[in-house]
Structure formats: C-alpha cells, structure tokens
C-alpha cells in the first residue's frame, strides 16, 4: 500500500480515500484497515475522479480543509471520496438540479457534515450567492454547455490562482464528431476564458469518451 497526495492509499489499480465515517458505505464500496485506520476503496467506473488518477494525474490539488464547488454532485459518490480527503475542516457546496439525485444526495450529507447540498441549477450562479470563494471548481454536468458553466461558475467563485477539475463529455456535447476533437474544441475555449491548462486525461478504459481536464485560473 503506497500513499499518493498524502491522503490516498494505492496499491496496484486500487486506490483508497480514508473514511471520514467508519463503518459508513455510501454505495456499496469496500472497506478496508490500515494501521488501525478504515480506508474506503474508491470505484474508477463509477468516479472520474479516480479515474483520472488512476491514469496518471499528477497535480492534485484537493487537500485537507480546502473548500470546494461541486456541479452536478448527483448521489454524492465522488463527492463523498472528495470529503473524505477534505476532513472536516473543508467544505463542499454541492449543486444539484434533479430532485432524485437530491433525495440520494441527502442521505449521504446526513453522515457528513462537510457537504453542504444546494438544489439549484448550475447555468445560474444567481440562484447560489451565498457561495464563498473557493479553492477548487468540480464540474461533472453532462450538459452540451458543460465548458460554459464551468467557465462562468470560476469567474464568480473561483479565487485567484484556484483551480478547476472538468470532466468532459464527449457525447453529451457532440456526437459526430470524435471524441479527440470536442476535447480540443472544450480545452480552447478554457484557454480563451485564460485558464492555464495542467493536465489532460483521457478516461478509458474506466469511462468511455470521457476527458478530465484540470486547469489553473
Ligand atoms: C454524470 S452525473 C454526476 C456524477 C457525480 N459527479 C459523481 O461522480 O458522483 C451529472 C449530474 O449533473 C446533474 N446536472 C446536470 N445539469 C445540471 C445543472 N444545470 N445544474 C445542476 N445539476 C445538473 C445531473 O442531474 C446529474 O446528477
């Protein structure tokens, strides 16, 4: 078992947040002891998150006590991984449309007092004001004008020098063209918003025509 980003155990294509809520599941995962500590197995399949790290993210910006925005948070069970490493002193503020995603979402909080779950629709900032400045801008939307909300949810909440984790959808935005070119139509537009691209990932063989972009503003 190796530690990566302090916070994560990996051992061969296994990695592991540490639980924030021992002997709490959140959707089934796995379980294990480390040194007397309970680690929860982290799905790829299910996270591109940890999809993204488990192909060779290198930058991982997301650490105890930041303070995160989550769009499209759905059930939580990235979400969940992330609180783990944020502990309790961080915080996710965690936007959600769907009224079934919601009511799943708030099972999960219910154990977890560091997300904060807020029903409301990510094309409008204006409906969440009371969001502070934050850390790090999560976007995993599935929208065609996924790149757009991004781009307008980090002007109006993303601090100087913070940065911003995309999951890019290649079929939610574009499904003639190939799955490489929408990367590069999304990622120009991030750099045209002036946003410093650090890494791309394509997701496979964990999420089909996926692409995790972290970028710097
Ligand atoms: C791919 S799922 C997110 C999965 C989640 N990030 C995870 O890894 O656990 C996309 C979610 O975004 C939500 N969503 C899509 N458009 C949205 C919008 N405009 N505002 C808020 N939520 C949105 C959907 O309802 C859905 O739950």
């Not at 991982?60 to 759905?74: A, E």
């Amino acid at each position: 078992m190796k530690k990566i980003f302090d916070t994560i155990l990996r051992k061969g294509n296994n990695i592991y947040t540490q639980n924030l809520t021992p002997h709490i599941r959140v959707y089934g995962e796995k379980l294990i002891d480390v040194h007397g500590f309970q680690y929860r197995k982290w799905d790829p399949t299910r996270s591109k998150l940890a999809a993204a790290i488990l192909n060779g993210l290198k930058i991982f910006p997301i650490k105890s006590g930041s303070v995160i925005l989550y769009l499209g948070i759905s059930a939580g069970t990235t979400a969940s991984h992330v609180s783990d490493i944020i502990g309790k002193s961080g915080l996710i503020y965690g936007i959600e449309f769907a009224e079934r995603m919601m009511r799943e979402l708030i099972k999960v909080v219910k154990e977890r007092k560091n997300i904060m779950p807020i029903m409301a629709d990510a094309r409008k900032p204006e409906e969440y004001p009371y969001v502070e400045q934050v850390d790090l801008v999560y976007v995993d939307v599935s929208q065609p004008d996924e790149t757009e909300i991004a781009i307008r949810n980090c002007k109006e909440f993303l601090k100087p020098g913070g940065y911003l984790m995309l999951a890019i959808k290649s079929q939610s935005i574009d499904v003639v063209k190939s799955p490489k070119d929408v990367y590069k139509q999304e990622i120009k537009k991030l750099k045209k918003a002036g946003f410093k691209i650090e890494s791309e990932i394509e997701l496979s063989p964990y999420q089909k025509d996926h692409c995790f972009v972290l970028a710097k503003m």
